[in-house]
């Protein structure tokens, strides 16, 4: 923490605060400086869609469904595709 000089007297040296610079810099600029996030979607929605229905399915369908998932994760993997 540091100190501030005694009443009166000027510091000799200012201090700027870099998260104040963020927010001004957000506020006053926000199509420039705004957060930005991407979403790729890599998956199939058949995949998806099937997920959901996990709960609902008999031991062969679960058995078809982990069957492809693990195709589906083997050409990824050929493809070079990392995940994340």
């Known amino acids: ?4 000089p005694p009443l009166g007297m000027r510091p000799s040296r ?11 810099l ?7 400086y705004k ?3 991407e979403v790729f979607h890599r998956g199939t929605i058949a995949l998806l869609q099937k997920l959901e229905q996990i709960a609902a399915m ?10 492809e998932v ?11 595709d990392t995940g994340l």
Request: no cysteine; hydrophobic share 35%; charged share 35%.
């Open 26 to 32: 957000k506020g006053g600029k926000p199509d420039r």
């Open 35 to 37: 957060e930005r996030r």
């Open 70 to 80: 693990e195709a589906y994760l083997h050409q990824r993997a050929a493809d070079g």
């Open 14 to 24: 200012r201090h700027y605060s870099d998260t104040l610079l963020i927010f001004l």
């Open 58 to 67: 008999t031991p062969d369908e679960l058995q078809a469904f982990l069957a």
């Open 1 to 4: 923490m540091r100190r501030l």
